[in-house]
């Protein structure tokens, strides 16, 4: 368990923890441990939210701020592999010379826009989201991340294959049991209630429409490139997530 911890952290985030046993076992632990960092995360970004408001700060700069640390927390790995995952998609290439673009580490013009569009979407949610009550504010963000994280939990399932023999998406592809997801998209699903107490029923409206998003994302990867990779991984946290977040943010 500790073991596994430690890889959820430094996979997700770019705390100093360091490494410990890294295997199979311990990368299914660290997967379903995603979304506990992924609210954790989430929670750290609301704080820092809030501090923004009580400083004064307009909610559009303040959106910026905040999703400039969840990048910086990150490493921006996850929309690197965005960015690859979305080129590999539109190259309308057979799946050797597809894994091989998302190797490349130039991104391509379908990446670029990704980005923007996805970092768009995000601080556009964030402004509308940052001006309600601090309940709301960390319901919102703590859940948009952990259904973010959620979604690679749900890529990593037994039954979807590795793309290739090596690399991040053969440790962690088919080691989480499916039956872990559900119990986690409830709990996400229950919390983000409170991101809208007026209207409760967004909160699990948000987190399906995150996971069914990481859903086509996979199936896409599996039957595009024969199976996921840490590209892919990133590709469906960053697309799952900003959609959780824009529902929240309606």
Do not use: N
């Not at 010379?97 to 970092?119: T, Y």
């Amino acid at each position: 368990m500790r073991d596994g911890l430690r890889l959820a952290l430094t996979t997700f985030t770019v705390l100093p923890v360091r490494a410990g046993r890294i295997d199979r076992s311990t990368a299914r632990t660290a997967m379903v441990l995603a979304p506990v960092v992924g609210v954790a995360l989430g929670a750290l970004l609301a704080g820092l939210a809030l501090l923004l408001r009580l400083a004064g700060a307009p909610a559009p700069l303040a959106g910026v701020a905040v999703v400039a640390a969840a990048v910086l927390a990150t490493r921006a790995l996850h929309l690197d592999g965005l960015a690859d995952t979305v080129d590999a998609f539109g190259s309308y290439a057979d799946a050797d010379r597809a894994l091989a673009i998302m190797k490349r580490s130039d991104i391509g013009p379908f990446g670029v826009v990704a980005l923007l569009l996805v970092l768009g979407a995000q601080v556009a949610a964030l402004t509308a989201v940052l001006p309600r009550p601090p309940l709301a504010v960390l319901a919102t963000l703590t859940v948009a991340a952990g259904t973010g994280r959620l979604a690679v939990t749900l890529a990593c399932r037994r039954g979807v294959p590795a793309a290739r023999p090596d690399g991040l998406g053969a440790l962690v592809a088919g080691t989480v049991p499916g039956w872990v997801v559900a119990p986690a998209a409830v709990l996400l699903a229950a919390a983000g209630g409170a991101a809208d107490p007026g209207r409760r029923w967004l909160g699990p409206v948000a987190v399906a429409a995150g996971v069914a998003v990481a859903y086509a994302v996979t199936r896409r990867a599996t039957r595009r490139f024969g199976g996921i990779t840490g590209d892919t991984l990133g590709a469906a946290l960053e697309l799952a997530g900003t959609v959780t977040l824009a529902v929240l943010a309606c």
